[in-house]
T-cell receptor, first 112, second 111 residues
């Protein structure tokens, strides 16, 4: 089992729809969770962080965390073609190792 | 403006050659990291450093070396022992436990 798992996609949604991206992780003691967006050929950029169970909203983005079920998700409302990118989930796996473990990413395609 | 700078953007390595990738940050972050990304894959951790003069191996450290003599700088050397070095190399920095700021990356190709 991979430490951080994401569906590779592509996830295709029409413009204006809600895109739902999911991530599961293996380490029950993980405390920090992040979503990064990576455009093709570019470096990742941080879009959301979440540390507590529940929802966290920032503009069109909502991160959801459920530690009991070991999953974290990202919702993108009113999806735009400019949201088309790969979304990477990152988790601090292994207590004491202060570095993030990344999933392989989900490619999102927003159709105009 | 504060940020993290990687150079060069493109690098070509001959067989048996060592090359060094530069990473400099002026964000006053304590921690710095090196990741490798292969096409269609996620990021894999090579080395990381929480403080000056200290660093730890990540998941794929074999064939790589680093130094952290200054808070601002964390260069990565790809040695001839790394048999498959062609990849996109990403440097990042952060406050401990916080999200990362990434540099723009270095694309390394073996010729």
């Amino acid at each position: 089992q991979k430490e951080v798992e994401q569906n590779s996609g592509p996830l295709s949604v029409p413009e204006g729809a809600i895109a739902s991206l999911n991530c599961t992780y293996s380490d029950r003691v993980s405390q920090s969770f992040f979503w990064y967006r990576q455009y093709s050929g570019k470096s990742p950029e941080l879009i959301m962080s979440i540390y507590s169970n529940g929802d966290k909203e920032d503009g069109r983005f909502t991160a959801q965390l459920n530690k009991a079920s070991q999953y974290v998700s990202l919702l993108i409302r009113d999806s735009q073609p400019s949201d088309s990118a790969t979304y990477l989930c990152a988790v601090n796996i292994l207590a004491g190792r202060r570095a993030l473990t990344f999933g392989s990413g989900t490619r999102l395609q927003v159709q105009p | 403006d504060g940020g993290i700078t990687q150079s060069p953007k493109y690098l070509f390595r001959k067989e048996g050659q060592n090359v060094t990738l530069s990473c400099e940050q002026n964000l006053n972050h304590d921690a710095m990291y090196w990741y490798r990304q292969d096409p269609g894959q996620g990021l894999r951790l090579i080395y990381y450093s929480q403080i000056v003069n200290d660093f730890q191996k990540g998941d794929i450290a074999e064939g790589y070396s680093v130094s952290r003599e200054k808070k601002e700088s964390f260069p990565l050397t790809v040695t001839s022992a790394q048999k498959n070095p062609t990849a996109f190399y990403l440097c990042a920095s952060s406050w401990t436990g916080d999200g990362y700021t990434f540099g723009s990356g270095t694309r390394l190709t073996v010729v």
